[in-house]
């Protein structure tokens, strides 16, 4: 069975940090590049950061950039995205998914439960 689970979501005080894990079970992480992805309330899904497979290249949002950190490591099946200075506006639930983009996650429905922050004031 195909899995990816992410983890280490939880409260935290605004300026605080948090570090999430995105662990795959079922098979190997080691070919994909690793995306994370996350939904505020009452708003869509919108990409944070990218990373390809062998860690090459990295891409962030805008609103994330200079913040947060994303990592891979390959020999543990894991990728990772450190969230430090957080802000209110990065309360959402975060996914990670095997691809840099939305819609071929959306047309493949590979979103598992996801992990939620919150960040309070």
């Known amino acids: 069975q195909l899995q990816l689970v992410e983890s280490g979501g939880g409260l935290v005080q605004s300026g605080g940090s948090l570090r999430l894990s995105c662990v795959a079970s079922?098979?190997?992480?080691?070919?994909?590049?690793i995306g994370w992805f996350r939904q505020a309330p009452g708003k869509e899904r919108e990409e944070v950061s990218c990373?390809?497979?062998?860690?090459?290249?990295?891409d962030y949002a805008d609103s994330v950039k200079g913040r947060f950190t994303i990592s891979r490591d390959n020999a543990k099946n894991t990728g990772y995205l450190q969230m430090n200075s957080l802000k209110p506006e990065d309360t959402a639930v975060y996914y990670c998914?095997?691809?840099?983009?939305?819609?071929?996650?959306?047309?493949?429905?590979?979103w598992g439960q996801g992990t939620l922050v919150t960040v309070s004031s």
């Open positions: 998914a095997t691809a840099c983009k939305i819609e071929p996650v959306d047309a493949l429905n590979a």
């Open positions: 079922g098979f190997t992480l080691r070919f994909s590049d």
């Open positions: 990373i390809s497979s062998n860690g090459g290249r990295t």
